[in-house]
DNA sequence: CTGAAAGCGCTTACAG
DNA sequence: CTGAAAGCGCTTACAG
């Protein structure tokens, strides 16, 4: 049924011309006779002919694939960081290559490690992805790297993409406390190590210490960025008898759980407490109460940090820090009447 | 810096064999003596070797690769879909590369587009993301290719994944007269050819004539499948002065955004009318009204696709029909108190 | 169980 | 502007 494929070999001699003419006219990468150049297309066009990556990939000592490292592929904010990614290695014309943890863990003793220098030009590095010893050997040995939503590991000059997690959650809960009047602020941490969650907390007690508060340690549990396990944290939290007037998430998935598990309670929000969070997810403004939160660009953030690879791999240079800007969506579950 | 990487010659001369042994105790591709295999493996690791995957891709004329084609990379059911064609290629050593539309629209008029044999083993066509001429093209030319949402156009016999559309409504819908007594229910379309709001307005039509009722024209709207889209066709059906008993929007985000629409206008859920949706995307039970939907695993389409995929690239065959069964849910927003 | 050698399909100096 | 030829780093019959 297939009939074999072409090759270069097939275009140059159907064209009359060599393969290297053929191989100029596809790149683009040197001058060629106009009425050659149309020969050639046209005996492409008639043989449909694609020439083989890997042999290209080979010949050049260039993939034109960036990798993207990831923890798991979940959570709101994974299809817009996508879309970025994608968006860049489109204008750039790279192609991406995905790779979650489980994947990387399940790799055989004896078999490699399923991305790096052999089947990439360069790797983004999506939070905990890879341990730093990984980051470290690759990063001196040359390879290009930028990470996402983490700083270098100390010692190193990774190139880094961030957001101004510290800023926003500091207006955040500035807006609480000057304009709702808030004083018992409860927190939720995420996953342990995660960088976001740490920045946001020094944001919350940023904030309360420059109005004479501070973080009480029993209004602060463990929500890991999970509906449901925020849900079950803030339900704790409450039925200890603590009456916090305002609860931060930390992100946008635990105040969904979080406003729902409330309501479920018979609280009212924002009524009897507020509830802010982190992110504007897509379903910040369809929860039962329109969620006042922090926006983090997770478009600009995947296309940012695509940028800085490309520039990484093609010039061998990458800004060494990029803060994304955070800024304050207000909406109602902070008390706020607008929306 | 970066010192130059080891090639399979500096790890056969290193352990003492030939390049044929190193590549194969490599792949396990045939027995090689203990202690030999041994000694390979310790000067791959010593060298820290990674097998340049171009030159294995040429040589051995597979990828290893499949493409993932889809028209953008959007909606509740991304992540979940990316999720479980993941986990099969990484079940099955596959690498996964995506390609949205936009980014094979862009590609110019001389060059090649940027997915295809050249590059991968297969392919997984999302809905309407090639054209039944390049569908047809690809499979004539016996690559493995597996459609997903959609069926295989007219003639070919191309496998294809899908929801069962069509029943999953009719139990929604019936659910709907049948305990709430509905009698004029709206619904609002997705985007124009689009299969699962086809089958899903089919399964509507069924269920409706089932109980000697009709569609009525004045109570179908276009939702396109996107929130604030359909919350606008809502209310210019309501505007238009219908009095419909029950919106069945089509898909999830449409019903968020006519959710949503609703309460604005002073309408009460589910008491004044009822609103639910297909999907049971990840927000449907943080509505401020909990969703009654149809659960459509979008994991497992990604998961099976894939997986029929690898079985058409390793045995030729597939399965040329692949109905996931979808599920009622049963939320508030019909009007049922549980939950 | 192991090695020598051909070949995969391109790109890229080099020479003209 | 064009061609001949080397070479990219592997896999895989073939032979032993």
């Known amino acids: ?23 100029r006219v596809l790149n683009n990468s040197m001058p060629v006779a106009e009425e050659t150049s149309r020969r050639v297309l046209e005996t492409v066009r008639r043989l449909e002919f694609s020439p083989n990556q890997a042999a290209r ?38 192609d991406l290559l995905i790779f979650s943890s489980p994947k990387l863990e399940r790799h055989e003793f004896k078999r490699m490690v399923p991305v790096g220098e052999h089947n990439t030009d360069g790797l983004l590095v999506f939070t905990s992805s890879l341990v730093d010893e990984e980051i470290s050997r690759l990063h001196q040995r040359g390879f290009p790297l930028v990470l ?33 009047g808030c004083r018992k602020i409860a927190f939720l941490a995420g996953p342990p190590m995660n960088e976001d969650s740490y920045w946001r907390e020094q944001g919350l007690r940023a904030s309360l210490q420059k109005h004479g508060l501070e973080l009480d340690p029993d209004l602060i549990g463990m929500g890991e960025f999970e509906g449901p396990i925020a849900a079950a944290a803030a339900r704790k939290i409450l039925q200890s008898g603590a009456r916090p007037d305002a609860i931060f998430t930390g992100d946008d998935e635990s105040a969904a759980g979080v406003i729902t598990e409330l309501l479920r309670m018979g609280w009212k929000v924002p009524d009897d407490i507020a509830v802010v969070g982190f992110d504007d997810d897509y379903l910040a403004p369809y929860l039962p109460v329109p969620l006042t939160t922090v926006r983090a660009p997770s478009e600009q953030a995947g296309y940012t940090a695509a940028k800085q690879l490309v520039s990484l791999i093609r010039t061998g240079s990458a800004d060494l820090l990029t803060v994304l800007p955070t800024e304050l969506v207000i909406r109602r579950s902070c008390g706020c009447k607008a929306n």
């Open 1 to 23: 049924m297939a009939r074999k494929k072409p090759t270069i070999i097939d275009i140059a001699r159907e064209a009359g011309v060599s393969i290297s003419t053929v191989s």
């Open 57 to 94: 990939n080979l010949a050049s000592k260039r993939t034109n694939t960036i990798g993207l490292l990831l923890p798991t592929i979940s959570g709101g904010f994974f299809t817009p960081l996508l879309e970025g990614i994608d968006r860049c290695m489109s204008e750039n014309g790279f």
């Open 148 to 180: 996402l939503h983490r700083h270098s590991p100390p010692g190193l000059q990774v190139p880094s993409v961030i957001f101004e997690n510290q800023k926003g959650t500091e207006m955040l809960i500035d807006h609480l406390i000057e304009v709702h």
